[in-house]
T-cell receptor, first 112, second 111 residues
Framework: SQTIHQWPATLVQPVGSPLSLECTVE??????LYWYRQAAGRGLQLLFY??????ISSEVPQNLSASRPQDRQFILSSKKLLLSDSGFYLC???????????FGEGSRLTVL | RKEVEQDPGPFNVPEGATVAFNCTYS??????FFWYRQDCRKEPKLLMS???SGNEDGRFTAQLNRASQYISLLIRDSKLSDSATYLC????????????FGAGTRLFVKA
């Protein structure tokens, strides 16, 4: 069966520090991968999606970036965090362009 | 206009009540529709897909009205465990890869 792993689960970072969140999917190949952010009390905001290795589409201009170095690995990064980057980051996958999204357990980021 | 709009609530209902949520979407080319449930500080999880003919899963019934571009979720005989945020989710046609989430409707079921 397919599983999705996301880490770290929780982190507290100072403003201006770098960020790296990692997500891996097991049990499938060539998944569509997504990064969402959910600010406190808000809906999910699509940040990036990827349909293949090295193929990244960005939905919102920001100081975040994403990379897909391997088929089942998706990384969210920042060189310098802002206070506004605080939130709940969710990685998700699905086997094709349509259908159900499966989420990782999320990474809760607090920028101080 | 937001791509997917939901009444944020909160809806406060007693156990056993019937509650209905609506969701409207702006992209008439949308093809796939879902309701997700999100518990506090947890990831969203699929509650049910929404089919053109409507579908039911136990106490939950989902309806799609393409002409009016809205989706509904009906929960009958509410349980305390139904307390959560319910997210309306819309995907465009198969040529696109974006899935848009509504901001969610908060439900509190009280004893």
């Amino acid at each position: 069966s397919q599983t999705i792993h996301q880490w770290p689960a929780t982190l507290v970072q100072p403003v201006g520090s770098p960020l790296s969140l990692e997500c891996t999917v097991e049990g499938t190949s060539n998944p569509n991968l997504y990064w969402y952010r959910q600010a406190a009390g808000r809906g999910l905001q699509l940040l990036f999606y990827s349909v293949g290795i090295g193929q990244i589409s960005s939905e919102v201009p920001q100081n975040l970036s994403a990379s897909r170095p391997q088929d089942r690995q998706f990384i969210l990064s920042s060189k310098k965090l802002l206070l506004s980057d605080s939130g709940f980051y969710l990685c998700a996958w699905r086997p094709s362009a349509a259908g159900e999204l499966f989420f990782g357990e999320g990474s809760r980021l607090t920028v101080l | 206009r937001k791509e997917v709009e939901q009444d944020p609530g909160p809806f406060n209902v007693p156990e056993g009540a019937t509650v209905a949520f609506n969701c409207t979407y702006s992209n008439s080319a949308s093809q796939s529709f879902f309701w997700y449930r999100q518990d506090c500080r947890k990831e969203p999880k699929l509650l049910m897909s929404v089919y053109s003919s409507g579908n039911e899963d136990g106490r939950f019934t989902a309806q799609l009205n393409r002409a009016s571009q809205y989706i509904s979720l009906l929960i009958r005989d509410s349980k305390l465990s139904d307390s959560a945020t319910y997210l309306c989710v819309v995907s465009p046609n198969t040529g696109g890869f974006k899935t848009i989430f509504g901001a969610g409707t908060r439900l509190f079921v009280k004893a």
